[in-house]
């Protein structure tokens, strides 16, 4: 029984990506790592699919199918995700971030952004100046480009709404946005630049 299953569904301990089909809701429960999208199932973490089939006895006679082998089961950044990041560093040509959120959600583990100097805005990108752009601590919206080098996603912030959305100045002052490039401190009136992102 749980063999047919596997093999009708694909087969068992394919690795799956967060938003793969894994089979459908008439036959297929979603178990861990796994959620129903109308009659789909689909995958919500990276990991190994697997059909687990039915207690004996139980009502419902549908195999669960889970998605295993991966610690995270919180929110996985995906090419095109919209994700909330703390800058960390910030050198010449690129600046890291520590991703907080992806789609509005929550993650359950670390996940490292790098933010490249061509990807900070769409114009004059040869201009762009990093430590004029994002200083550490600043909190940016960004998208994400593509997984790049040593398990780091590439992020870009080259959208209007997307650059800084929160940040501390010098003197520990809060700073307000006054244009897409500079934000002004709430305590001495100080100016900084920033890659700020446009005001909702």
Not at 70 to 96: C, D, E, F, L
Not at 132 to 142: E, K, L, T
Not at 151 to 177: C, D, F, W
Not at 178 to 189: F, P, V
Request: hydrophobic share 40%.
């Amino acid at each position: 029984m749980a063999a047919t299953a596997m093999d009708h569904d694909g087969g068992g301990g394919d690795v799956v990506t967060p938003g793969e089909l894994l089979g459908n809701s008439l036959t297929l429960v979603a178990g861990r790592g796994a959620y129903a999208d109308g009659r789909s199932v689909r995958a919500s973490v990276t990991g190994h699919r697997r059909i687990v089939p039915p207690a004996p006895g139980c009502e419902d006679q549908r195999s669960t199918v889970e998605v295993v082998g991966h610690k995270a089961h919180g929110a996985v950044p995906q090419p095109g995700s919209v994700v909330i990041a703390r800058i960390t560093k910030v050198m010449a040509r690129m600046a890291n971030a520590d991703i907080m959120c992806v789609d509005s959600k929550a993650i359950k583990e670390k996940f490292t952004g790098l933010i490249r100097q061509q990807d900070v805005r769409a114009t004059e990108i040869d201009k762009v100046d990093m430590y004029q752009s994002y200083r550490p601590g600043d909190i940016v919206r960004a998208v994400v480009l593509s997984l790049g080098d040593a398990r780091a996603y590439y992020l870009s912030t080259a959208k209007n709404e997307l650059g800084v959305v929160s940040a501390q100045s010098i003197a520990g002052g809060t700073l307000v946005p006054i244009s897409w490039t500079e934000m002004q401190c709430d305590l001495t009136g100080q100016i900084e630049q920033r890659k700020v992102a446009q005001v909702e």
